[in-house]
């Protein structure tokens, strides 16, 4: 079993809808980072969060520790919203690496 | 937050050459990281890079296929030795900043493709 698992795999949309991406991990963290790559391969940095909510522009980013578990949320997406979203995590010990999940391949259809 | 830039951003290669990758960040960061993504997988660390000391493998590289320099605090090199089409990959640059090691930024990626 991975440490990070994300769901769903594959989404496709029409735009405007809202959309949910879910990421779950099974270690103790001192970080969860939401990031997205667009086809050229370049990533961007979203959001780190250690705990509650973060929120900037139509994403909202939300975590609960308790449960191991983050959503990413995109409110009235477009089609430029096309990307794939990366949850990945820091754990507590050997603090430097990241651990990824496989990625959610996002396609919203104008 | 770090901008990285990578040259090349993209490059086609024949077997058995070498190809290195530089990673330039505008402001000065302690860690920097080198990670490889082949074709349909999620990104997988290749090193660490601390200036000034040597690089930190991870389990399946070797510093013989895979060099790095870090001669200061704002550049790194990665070298792909050897190449096979097997390497064919986007290999990404990442940085952590001096004030803030939680966070972590990326760089815009160089899509290496071996024939």
């Known amino acids: 079993k991975n440490e990070v698992e994300q769901s769903p795999q594959n989404l496709t949309a029409q735009e405007g809808e809202f959309i949910t991406i879910n990421c779950s991990y099974s270690v103790g963290i001192s970080a969860l980072h939401w990031l997205q790559q667009h086809p050229g391969g370049g990533i961007v940095s979203l959001f780190m969060l250690s705990s509650g909510k973060k929120k900037h522009g139509r994403l909202i980013a939300t975590i609960n520790i308790q449960e191991k578990h983050s959503s990413l949320h995109i409110t009235a997406s477009h089609p430029r919203d096309s990307a794939v979203y990366i949850c990945?995590?820091?754990?507590?010990?050997?603090?430097?690496?990241?651990?990824f999940g496989q990625g959610t391949r996002l396609t919203i259809n104008p | 937050s770090a901008v990285i830039s990578q040259k090349p951003s993209r490059d086609i290669c024949q077997r058995g050459t070498s190809l290195t990758i530089q990673c330039q960040v505008d402001s000065q960061v302690t860690m920097m990281f080198w990670y490889r993504q082949q074709p349909g997988q999620s990104l997988t660390l290749i090193a660490t890079?601390?200036?000034?000391?040597?690089?930190?493998?991870e389990s399946g590289f070797v510093i013989d296929k895979f060099p790095i320099s870090r001669p200061n605090l704002t550049f790194s090199t990665l070298t792909v030795s050897n190449m096979s089409p097997e390497d064919s990959s986007i290999y990404l640059c990442?940085?952590?900043?001096?004030?803030?090691?939680?966070?972590?930024?990326f760089g815009p990626g160089t899509r290496l493709t071996v024939l």
């Open positions: 890079a601390n200036q000034g000391s040597e690089a930190t493998y």
């Open positions: 990442s940085v952590s900043p001096l004030i803030s090691y939680n966070e972590q930024f």
């Open positions: 990945a995590v820091r754990g507590i010990q050997g603090a430097q690496k990241l651990v």
